[in-house]
């Protein structure tokens, strides 16, 4: 094995652990979100938990559909801190779209 194999293996195997991480994330946070929604949730402190959680797994698109399905709940019970959700995303996800810019 080269150099660049060796690199490239490593490498692999570190997107399919990212990988990994993320489907268990969606598994452990669905029946949560899931729970939120159908109970209709006003509780802020575990809905804004569930939401900081849910922001690392939005590249992930089924992290992101809950975090989108959460801030849709959210906004009826506290639109300012919704808003600063919707931007936390933006800035950590959405950054490169824009060209970095602001």
Same mark, same amino acid.
Do not use: I
């Given at each position: 094995m080269t150099? /660049? /194999?060796s690199?490239?293996?490593a490498v692999m195997a570190l997107v399919r652990s990212v990988r990994d991480l993320q489907q268990r994330a969606a598994q452990q946070y669905q029946p949560v979100v899931d729970g939120i929604l159908r109970t209709g949730s006003r /509780?802020?402190?575990h809905i804004e938990r569930t939401l /900081?959680?849910?922001l690392d797994f939005c590249g992930h698109e089924p992290g992101l559909a809950m975090y989108r399905q959460l801030?849709?709940?959210?906004w009826a019970i506290d639109p300012a801190a919704t808003a600063d959700y919707i931007h936390a995303y933006r800035e950590r996800?959405?950054?490169?779209e824009q060209g970095g810019q602001e």
């Open positions: 150099p /660049d /194999d690199e490239h293996q /509780d802020a402190r /900081d959680g849910l801030c849709r709940h959210y996800w959405d950054g490169d």
